[in-house]
């Protein structure tokens, strides 16, 4: 998988945590790896499904960060995992994958997005199965770290 | 939502236990539910993207269950959960939809098949975020019950 196709991902992810909750987030080393596993406390995923390629996304959140997060999104004090936080989650995921969609149209690689499906357990792990490399990058916030998982199958 | 269309996930679904796993699931009664969340220790996702509509598929299994399926087919006893469990979600997950989608493909209904996501982690929640209606169905085996969700947009 090309950087170029990555990076409207992490520009995305950046823009919605900055807009929505401004909040500055430093994303760390984009890494390719097969074994890793994302483990989260509240986890945001999506299909996505293109004429010459499929794949999954995952933002998977520790609890303190979401919760800080969404606090800032709804302009108050969230101090336990809710619906709002599951609703926060969501919505993340959507914008994020929307705003790289459009992006990549840009740049004629076309794909739709299938719905969300938030993920909340404790220290759960996210592993997508698939034929294909693994883009994971961690992002550092203030109040702890966040994880994008990107996964494209082979494009045709 | 209409019964048509959830009945060839059923059907698949009973069909790919039955064939893998040699093992009888009795489906329970579909429900039609806003709030409900599928609580499990082990649960395959996977997102799908039509012309017409898009959504997500759920199957939530609790551990005693995907052990004794994971370990049928396999023909070993699996007493932990480990990648072969892991990875039978995910192999059961496309199956199941697989299954469906050439069933519904049979009826005029197209849809595309993003990647399976395998969350494990004792007890999460699984929460689908999209406007429309959410079918739960529950099936009982020997060994403990699984449930499968699946969520579709209206359709346009």
Redesign the interface.
């Known amino acids: 998988m090309n950087i170029d196709f990555i990076n409207p991902f992490l520009q995305s992810m950046s823009n919605v945590i900055a807009t929505m909750a401004s909040i500055e987030s430093v994303q760390g080393e984009v890494s390719l790896k097969l074994d890793d596993v994302a483990h989260g406390d509240v ?1 945001g ?5 293109g004429e010459k390629t ?3 996304l ?1 933002i998977s959140f520790k609890k303190e960060v979401i919760l800080d997060i969404t606090s800032r999104m709804l302009g108050e004090t969230i101090t336990e995992i809710n619906d709002d936080v ?2 926060c989650v ?2 993340i ?2 914008m994020v994958t929307g705003g790289a969609k459009n992006l990549l149209a840009e740049k004629g690689f076309d794909f ?19 034929k294909g490399n693994k883009i994971t990058i961690p992002f550092s916030t203030e109040y702890g770290d966040f994880f994008v998982e990107i ?1 494209f ?1 082979d494009i045709k």
């Open positions: 986890t995923l999506i299909g996505m499904v499929k794949g999954s995952a599951l609703d969501g919505e995921t959507n739709d997005l299938a719905t969300p499906v938030v993920i909340n357990g404790e220290s759960h792990d996210v592993v997508h199965k698939f996964c199958e």
